[in-house]
Structure formats: C-alpha cells, structure tokens
C-alpha cells in the first residue's frame, strides 16, 4: 500500500483544514488507518484511527471533539477534518495503514505503511 497525504497549510488560530490520505492498490479496506503527527523536537503522536468499516474510531484527548476521521473506501482515501485549529496542532501530519488488530491503534509500531506528510502550521 502507498499514501499520499494532503490538505496541509498555513491557517489562522480556530480555521479548519480538511487533510487526506489517497491509498494505492485494492486492498485499502482490509487496512485500519491512523493519522499521527510530529512537531519539530519531539515525537510522533497519535491523533486518530479508524477500523476498515469505519466502525470504530479512537482519537487522542487532545483532538477530540475537534478532529473527525472518516473513509471512503470507494475511493481509497481516509479524511482528517480539523477544526478549531490551535497553535499547538502545528505539526507534520502522516497518515498510516495497520493490519493490527489491537486497539486503538495509538502506537506506531502498530503501522505497516506510512505516507510521506503534510505540513500544518497554525499561526495565533
């Protein structure tokens, strides 16, 4: 599987941006999916996965009631809308494919595939 992140920008404190994550091959559904992101000096953190229906969705406490991840599996893409944008969600955001069936899926390790990120800089 290949990802291809987009949607990244520069925005102001409380807009929107709507990243996505564009899939390569025909077995996308049978992936879960993650969208994790790194801020310059520190680590890869976990924002939000999705189960292959779509079922089940886990978010970081930071992001919830924020963020929503969604999929079309129809179109090989999985969606990370971010709202309410703050000046500490600027980061790199990558999105991944996991076969792991342990959840929530908060933990890279757990990833198979990683896309090469888009920038979100959020100024104040």
């Known amino acids: 599987v290949q990802l291809q992140a987009s949607g990244g920008g520069v925005v102001q404190a409380g807009d929107s941006l709507r990243l996505s994550c564009a899939a390569s091959?025909?077995?996308?559904?049978?992936?879960?999916m993650g969208w994790f992101r790194q801020a310059p000096g520190k680590e890869r953190e976990f924002v939000a996965a999705?189960?292959?229906?779509?079922?089940?969705?886990y978010y970081a406490d930071s992001v919830k009631g924020r963020f929503t991840i969604s999929r079309d599996n129809a179109k090989n893409t999985v969606y990370l809308q971010t709202n309410s944008l703050k000046p500490e969600d600027t980061a790199v955001y990558y999105c991944?494919?996991?076969?792991?069936?342990?959840?929530?899926?908060?933990?890279?390790?757990?990833?198979?595939?990683w896309g090469q990120g888009t920038q979100v800089t959020v100024s104040s």
């Open positions: 991944a494919a996991s076969k792991s069936t342990i959840v929530p899926l908060s933990f890279p390790r757990q990833y198979d595939y």
């Open positions: 091959g025909r077995t996308f559904s049978s992936y879960r």
């Open positions: 999705i189960s292959w229906s779509g079922g089940s969705i």
